[in-house]
């Protein structure tokens, strides 16, 4: 059944393009004012969409407005591959994170091993380094979620839709990103209605999610909307020592805005949100432990293998993550020009204890000691100014301003794979990870601070019926610092005795630096319209992250630029009296000084230098493929909907170190085939009682999660499979159903890692396993 489902998602985006040209042109065009010359006003291209009404066998798809140049568009009238995800979509689905969107966009990923860190077409940031950007943005109701360690959200609750752009966005989005932007839009205030929506979920595994969202009007001139959500699942594998589960989550939070329109032409937002996150998600051994832990692991009843999620560790691991701020909007017109001013402020926090033992500590220790605590903090502004649609010109301009300061705190301390007791009495000198040669402090210090001041544009030319052409581009100066030192931390208090410490590394040649750049960014693209309904677009595009400095192993490591160029040829189109609409992209990124782990000279000291493994700047890789999505709509009260990535993503020059060439090997977590498929239906019994159904599919490719692909973090291909069915009574204002969350309880593995003597440890997540509860829902 699962092959059988991908192959028809791959006909569809293969076979339907050409029965889909064959359509002759004698269908009624969709609902369009003429142009007029190409001197004067010329009113915009639209599409007609067919609205719900009596006639349902007329009945079309319902239109897609994204935001990927600044200003609502109809997604067939944008010269770029996007993914559009309805918040009806992820509730249907039964996923709580963001980091779940993987599942339901073919083409992104999301590596939980490397910082925290999205990719798309296969390409993402590959670094802890404070000063290193994202390759991937995640902008949230038009800010710009750029905290290290920070997926950008937590939870979702309220959210109208998720517009995920492929390839570089660099020229019109906040932070230049190289790979792509994951933009959220969460629900607005709406005057004049009062509105109230609740649900709740329970499931296996004591999984609950419960949310609601209230929309109150203040007078005629004023609303408030406020959400919040509590969100928790039971682990997956067990501590045998500790008798507690592995991989437990809890995440809860809220988001406030209050909407004033004192006159027609301004209206302003004020939004605060808070959102806290804890796991226990620790690594497990997967093989490769030395005989006498993988004898105790087996005297315990853990047996490694790729699946195990199970772990003897005495001391239990927990992450615990935060995520708070305010924005300020304004939007206001001036003549027929629009206005806005987006004004944000974010604070983070992550504190990552995550001992690695695997067994208990009079056997072996590895780190017993392994506690992070990072905190930043963000200031940014945004400012753009529009012309209104359908002139023969139509032209965009704005600034951004980012500052992001992060300071985090590390110890490290252990045997390094001896006992850290015998016979009672605990080893008096550790290995200290987090220390320096000739430094007295016990803990790594690092305080960065990365900084960015842009101005950007774009210029429309709707030069004829037929053609059009927009240009953009964008001119960043970035400022990236950070220092390590070295602080002390109460040993008594972390290990219950006074140790002595041993430096593993020694200090940084120099204690701080800063680099600084200048970068133009830009993109081109023509697009054809063969009708209303058909369009064909090139769109060239460049990328940009900038130079960093950062502290791998206590080397002091500046590290250079890295950008992309990116061609992509698609046609967008819409077919049956808009029954049908389909769109494909072709796409080729060629990215130079990829920034990466690899073998660079970094400073000695004297102005000599010396080769290591660092963060620096690989020669080059190489993302290309083709991607297609199709939505159909055969009658009212059923869609289909699919999309489909092949992509091909390799290095073509990485030297890592002088035993590790990793040219011509694959991106980590890039699987050359993803598909999706989705069957929505929903009947109408009486008029005040409906049915409903929804059934989505996910296929992701064998992926390696170590760059080189090592066969240890090989994960073999999965489908994931979900099913929501439910009745709607009361006027159809309560829902109440049942899902199955991978319903075939299809196992895979997040993320592999060699960790030194502690041997092969691997992630292991919820979603890996079948989840089968119940659910209601009621608005007001």
């Not at 230098?609 to 620096?616: K, Q, R, Y």
Request: overall charge neutral; proline content about 5%; aromatic content about 12%.
């Amino acid at each position: 059944m699962k092959n059988t489902l991908f192959k028809f998602v791959l006909c569809c985006g293969i076979v339907l393009p050409c029965e889909a040209w064959a359509e002759t042109e004698s269908a009624k065009p969709a609902e369009h004012k003429p142009r007029q010359a190409p001197h004067k006003a010329a009113p915009p291209r639209t599409l007609k969409v067919t609205k719900k009404s009596g006639d349902h066998a007329e009945s079309g798809l319902e239109s897609v407005m994204v935001t990927a140049q600044r200003r609502a568009e109809n997604n067939q009238n944008v010269p770029i591959s996007i993914q559009h995800i309805d918040g009806k979509t992820l509730a249907n689905a039964g996923y709580t994170a963001l980091t779940d969107l993987q599942y339901l966009a073919p083409g992104v990923q999301y590596d939980p091993t490397q910082g925290a860190a999205f990719q798309i077409r296969g390409v993402g940031s590959e670094s802890f380094d404070f000063s290193n950007a994202k390759s991937v943005s995640v902008v949230v109701d038009d800010v710009v979620m750029d905290a290290q360690r920070a997926n950008g959200m937590i939870g979702m609750v309220d959210i109208n839709n998720v517009d995920i752009m492929m390839g570089p966005q660099g020229t019109l989005f906040g932070m230049n990103s190289t790979s792509g932007v994951i933009a959220v839009t969460t629900g607005k205030p709406v005057l004049n209605k009062l509105t109230a929506r609740t649900s709740a979920s329970y499931g296996e595994h004591n999984e609950r999610i419960l949310n609601a969202t209230v929309n109150i009007p203040l007078g005629s001139k004023a609303a408030f909307r406020i959400s919040g959500f509590d969100n928790a699942q039971d682990g997956f594998g067990r501590n045998v020592v500790l008798n507690k589960l592995v991989g437990s989550t809890n995440e809860y939070g809220g988001r406030a805005k209050l909407y004033v329109e004192p006159t027609d032409n301004l209206d302003i937002t004020l939004q605060g949100d808070y959102a806290h996150h804890w796991d226990s998600s620790v690594r497990t051994p997967v093989g490769g432990q030395s005989a006498a832990v993988t004898s105790e692991l087996n005297s315990l009843g853990i047996y490694p293998n790729a699946k195990n999620a199970d772990t003897a560790d005495p001391i239990y691991g927990n992450i615990v993550s935060e995520e708070y701020g305010a924005a300020l909007k304004i939007h206001t017109k001036i003549g027929e020009n629009d206005l806005n001013f987006i004004s944000a402020w974010r604070q983070s926090l992550y504190n990552n204890n995550t001992p690695v033992d695997l067994v208990p500590l009079d056997v072996s220790a590895y780190y017993p000691y392994n506690f992070g605590s990072l905190t930043t903090r963000k200031f940014s502004d945004e400012i753009r100014f529009s012309s209104p649609k359908g002139h023969f010109l139509e032209w965009l301009a704005g600034g951004f301003f980012n500052r992001l300061d992060a300071r985090q705190t590390q110890y490290q301390w252990g045997t390094a794979g001896d006992p850290l007791y015998v016979d009672g009495v605990p080893a008096q000198n550790l290995y200290n990870n987090s220390g320096a040669v000739g430094q007295s402090g016990n803990t790594s210090l690092f305080q960065s601070r990365n900084e960015s001041l842009a101005a950007f544009g774009q210029l429309k030319f709707n030069i004829s019926r037929h053609f059009d052409i927009a240009i953009s581009g964008r001119y960043t100066h970035d400022k990236n610092s950070q220092g390590l030192s070295f602080i002390n931390t109460d040993a008594q208090a972390v290990t219950g005795y006074n140790p002595t410490f041993t430096p593993t590394h020694n200090a940084p040649v120099y204690p701080w630096g800063q680099m600084t750049g200048q970068n133009f960014s830009g993109r081109i693209s023509p697009e054809y319209h063969f009708n209303p309904n058909v369009m064909a677009y090139f769109t060239f595009s460049t990328g940009y992250k900038p130079a960093g400095i950062a502290f791998v192993g206590n080397n002091y490591d500046p590290y250079h630029k890295e950008t992309v160029k990116s061609y992509e040829v698609g046609m967008k189109s819409e077919w049956m009296h808009h029954k049908l609409r389909l769109n494909m992209d072709v796409f080729r990124e060629d990215f130079t000084d990829f920034q990466a782990t690899v073998l660079t000279p970094v400073p000695a000291g004297n102005g000599t230098t010396i080769l290591t493994s660092a963060i620096g700047n690989a020669g080059g890789l190489v993302s290309q493929g083709v991607e297609g999505n199709v939505a159909y709509r055969p009658i009212p009260d059923l869609t289909l909907s699919g999309s489909v990535s092949f992509t091909d993503a390799h290095f073509t020059d990485y030297v890592a170190s002088t035993k590790a060439n990793y040219t011509n090997t694959r991106l980590t977590n890039a699987p050359v085939w993803s598909a999706n498929a989705f069957i929505d239906y929903h009947h109408d019994l009486t008029p005040h009682l409906g049915v409903q159904a929804h059934l989505d599919y996910a296929y992701r490719g064998t992926t390696w999660t170590v760059t080189g692909q090592p066969d240890y973090s090989k994960v073999p291909a999965y489908s994931l499979v979900n099913l929501r069915v439910s009745l709607l009574p009361l006027n159809k204002r309560l829902q109440v159903g049942l899902y199955v969350r991978n319903m075939f309880n299809q196992y895979f593995s997040t993320g592999y890692q060699l960790y030194g003597t502690a041997g092969y440890l691997h992630y292991t997540s919820p979603d890996a396993r079948r989840t089968i509860g119940g659910f209601i829902n009621f608005s007001y």
